[in-house]
């Protein structure tokens, strides 16, 4: 799993020769989160920080075309 923002995924798409056409985030508030012991989140003070940002801002996509 890559953790990337925004400007570092559409830095990596075009250097891969595309073109960023979309980039939005996906909320989940349905997805279950796994244990701590299954899903470390050192990178958080806490595992309830880790849980807020997913729910509010779930995952990017971004969406390439080639030229």
Not at 1 to 12: C, K, L, P, Q
Not at 37 to 61: A, C, I, Q
Request: proline share 6%; glycine share 4%.
């Amino acid at each position: 799993m890559t953790r990337w923002d925004r400007e570092e995924y559409r830095r990596a798409f075009r250097e891969a020769g595309l073109r960023v056409a979309e980039q939005d985030n996906i909320p989940d508030r349905e997805t279950t989160i796994p244990d701590a012991s299954e899903f470390p989140t050192e990178d958080w003070d806490t595992r309830e920080d880790m849980v807020e940002r997913y729910r509010e801002y779930g995952t990017l996509l971004t969406v390439g075309v080639a030229p």
